[in-house]
């Protein structure tokens, strides 16, 4: 899979209205459950679903050319807490993964589950979307997503990767009205929400930890298919950009969303090694991550080298 680095140009292309681009870049996983929902005709929420399974396997996010094979997978779960006739409370999980190189294993990149949905859908509607304008909360959370899912993926790929769909994704959340009484997700006040995330992943003072996003696949996992040691000692040398960003900021919430997407890999990438590896590995990952610390002690239990 090739992932480019973006110019300028590219970012302006983001920025047109969707209907004038040209590729789709999504091979995404879609799913209303609506369980908690009293009443037995579910049809609306079977439509919704055919619906948001459309938009985002069929809609062209950007002018990237992308071959089927190289499509992002990605998962998009909607658990509808309540229903008020054209009105949904909803949970929405969003994943996201990438290939490792010449291997038949994902990568984790992203794992999130956003309490804060609540958005309007008449059954049969058209699902309108431009990241320059609000046009619903149900379009502009799940474009939010889809520009925050690109973003990881190219990233991943390439140095930095990610800056125009981070661009857009602030666009869409700079657009979305603050209404406290309505969906905390774009509140600029709060911590945990969509516009704390995005705020994060475009300033600088973090972008160590996009570095540590690049380091870590393109010059560790795609390489421990071949070269496991040399792989590994890259991964562990890009545990420290974390802990430079815990000891900076240990509140920082997309440090806690990449800590908690990338927990069981790591302790499975160090599960092999020398001792001294994972001393190191197991030390970095409890000062960053003192809440799960006993879960790391797993790395010093397994027989490794």
Known sequence: MKRTLLTALMTLALLLPIGTLKAQELKCNVRVNSNQVEGSDKTIFQNLQTALYDFLNNTKFSDINIRQAEKIECSILINVKSRSNEYFTAEINVASNRPVYKSNYNSPLFNYLDKNFIFQYTDGQSLDFNPNTYISNLTSTLGFYVYLILGLDFDSFSLYGGDPFYAVAEQIAKAAPQDSNGDGGWSSTGRQ?????????????????????YDYHRTGLDVMSENPDPGRETILNTLTNLQSIYERNSMCYILQLIVETKRDEIIQV??????????????????IDPSQSSRYDAILQSPGK
Not at 193 to 213: G, V
């Open 193 to 213: 929400n969509r516009y704390a995330i995005i705020s994060e992943f475009t300033n600088d003072t973090y972008r160590p930890l996009r570095q540590f996003l």
């Open 270 to 287: 160090f599960s092999e090694g020398s001792q001294k590896e994972k001393t190191t590995a197991s030390n970095i990952m409890k000062t």
